[in-house]
């Protein structure tokens, strides 16, 4: 099973940028460039809910709350994906994972705290 690890969380003003960066690891490069990668959040108090996910050779799907602030973007060489957080809101609160295959049986990250202050 691969493994995921995020990084690039942290405290940033509202107006702020932030990436996040999720790298994966006991995989192959071959493999790797057929995953379906996803960024999903989970505010306090609330569910999970999915940020943006990719599937190799589709369109990058948004939710509507982060579409033009949000970029997500897959780099195959270093097994890796990001997500560029622009005008960060306090709304963007949450804590932020990777996940790769699917919310239901995929694997996920650890998570990474993003605290969005006013």
């Known amino acids: 099973q691969v493994q995921l690890v995020e990084s690039g969380g942290g405290l940033v003003q509202a107006g702020g940028s932030l990436r996040l960066s999720c790298k994966a690891s006991r995989s192959i490069l071959s493999t790797f460039r057929g995953y379906v990668m996803a960024w999903y959040r989970q505010p306090p108090g609330k569910q999970r809910e999915l940020v943006a996910r990719?599937?190799?050779?589709?369109?990058?799907q948004y939710a509507d709350s982060v579409k033009g602030r949000f970029i997500m973007s897959r780099d195959n060489g270093k097994k890796t994906v990001h997500l560029q957080m622009n005008s960060l809101k306090v709304e963007d609160t949450a804590v932020y994972y990777c996940?790769?295959?699917?919310?239901?049986?995929?694997?996920w990250g650890q998570g990474t705290q993003v605290t969005v202050s006013s």
């Open positions: 990719e599937r190799p050779g589709s369109d990058i």
């Open positions: 996940n790769e295959g699917g919310e239901q049986f995929g694997s």
